[in-house]
């Protein structure tokens, strides 16, 4: 079992590090929040996880791969919400409207919205398409059939959780010590328009990804 753990410790860490939509998200919400905007989002898009677990064991993955129309629309949903938040990124950026940061003490700014935050991070990442399908092709390289498949998934989706949240929330601390440059209306913008630029075009291509 220590192995088997190693062994998925070495592609779910890989696949956290890796810049993608989920980092993107959690930098846009940091620059907007401070910290607690971006952990309260990380917990979300974390929570998720465990959403591609269940669906995994229970075989709805494998109904959603196989057929089409199903998986196209949860395609267009997911690229659908990218899509909005690239555009309230840019509408932002172009407005040059105020990202708040952490007040005085490290309480959360005015403006932070934990609903508003683990709704945005949770969707992120249940509505990815890509998600379910590599959730779909790993996780039963690990799981013992002669176990209760949902129990493992749900484990193995819980060390996933373990290492993003680390890794996310990190990422997080990063970007608010860097909270000083944030208040500069330049650099706020032009950080606005580029998370906002990337995540449109990602929601765009994966509408158009066949």
């Known amino acids: 079992m220590q192995i088997t753990i190693w062994a998925y410790l070495i592609p779910i860490t890989l696949l956290t590090i890796t810049p993608g939509v989920d980092t993107l998200l959690i930098i846009r919400n940091t620059s907007r929040g401070g910290w607690w905007d971006g952990a309260v989002s990380s917990l979300g898009v974390c929570s998720g996880l465990f959403v591609h677990a269940i669906v995994s064991a229970l075989g709805i993955s494998l109904i959603l791969l196989q057929s089409a129309w199903a998986f196209n629309a949860l395609k267009l949903g997911g690229a659908g919400y990218l899509c909005w938040l690239g555009v309230v990124s840019l509408r932002s950026a172009l407005r040059g409207g ?47 059939p002669a176990g209760s498949a949902l129990r493992q998934s749900l484990f193995l989706a819980g060390v996933h959780f373990t290492v993003a949240m680390a890794w996310q929330c990190l990422l997080a601390a990063m970007v608010g010590r860097a909270s000083h440059l944030l208040k500069r209306s330049g650099i706020r913008r032009a950080l606005s328009g580029v998370t906002g630029a990337i995540i449109l075009t990602l929601g765009i291509r994966l509408a158009i990804d066949r």
Do not use: T, W
């Open 98 to 144: 105020a990202v708040p940061g952490l007040a005085n003490g490290g309480q959360p700014p005015r403006a932070f919205s934990a609903v508003r935050s683990f709704l945005e991070g949770f969707l992120s990442n249940v509505l990815n398409p890509k998600a379910i399908v590599f959730y779909m092709a790993l996780l039963p390289q690990f799981v013992d």
